[in-house]
């Protein structure tokens, strides 16, 4: 099984940046697929981004596009995720996701899809 930790959280004011990592343990992360997900107080969590195994495809969700970039490096067993201009309504437990799968990204957006998961860091943003 392989064990991931999210860290880069905090706290950020509006239009500010922030760089989320996801390092990966116990397997190397070429095997998996990865995701990012958020859940802000009393709301589901959602969807925010995907890459594939290979880095060649990511998906985002509408409201991150443009703002949010997804990227790997398997090298570092490490996930990303850049986020740019940042809005209050960002603001959310950010959680990253791996699934052993090949497919492309833009199949990754629900989070059944992913068996594993880390426990999330903490994005605030304030206006």
């Known amino acids: 099984q392989v064990q991931l930790v999210e860290s880069g959280g905090g706290l950020v004011q509006a239009g500010g940046s922030l760089r989320l990592s996801c390092a990966a343990s116990?397997?190397?992360?070429?095997?998996?697929?990865m995701g990012w997900f958020r859940q802000a107080p009393g709301e589901e969590r959602e969807f925010v981004a995907a890459?594939?195994?290979?880095?060649?495809?990511?998906y985002f969700t509408d409201s991150v596009k443009g703002r949010f970039t997804i990227s790997r490096d398997n090298a570092k067993n490490t996930v990303y995720l850049q986020m740019t201009s940042l809005k209050p309504e960002d603001t959310a437990v950010y959680y990253c996701?791996?699934?052993?799968?090949?497919?492309?990204?833009?199949?990754?957006?629900?989070?059944?899809?992913?068996?594993?998961w880390g426990q999330g860091t903490q994005v605030t943003v304030s206006s």
């Open positions: 116990g397997r190397t992360l070429v095997n998996y697929a």
């Open positions: 996701a791996g699934t052993p799968t090949l497919t492309a990204a833009s199949t990754l957006t629900a989070a059944t899809r992913y068996p594993y």
């Open positions: 890459i594939s195994r290979s880095g060649s495809s990511t």
